[in-house]
């Protein structure tokens, strides 16, 4: 097994229909200019309420991004 060295960046992706979608459109915005992401953290997860319903969702990740040798 490699030793490998990590970089993180940290995003807050937001989405209308759920947490899961949140984590996964901060990841796709992550991935244009993150070509080697490994893993990721929620950090944090938190709504908007309009109207006394959830209007949309927010998380905030951490994400591993490996470091070229």
Do not use: C, P
Not at 14 to 38: C, D, F, L, P, Y
């Amino acid at each position: 097994m490699s030793e490998h060295t990590y970089k993180m960046i940290e995003l807050v992706g937001s989405s209308h229909t759920g947490i899961e979608a949140a984590v996964q459109n901060a990841i796709a915005k992550a991935e244009i200019n993150e070509s080697k992401m490994r893993w990721f953290e929620v950090m944090e997860t938190r709504g908007h309420i309009e109207n006394g319903k959830i209007a949309h969702w927010q998380v905030r990740v951490k994400i591993g991004v490996t470091m070229d040798e």
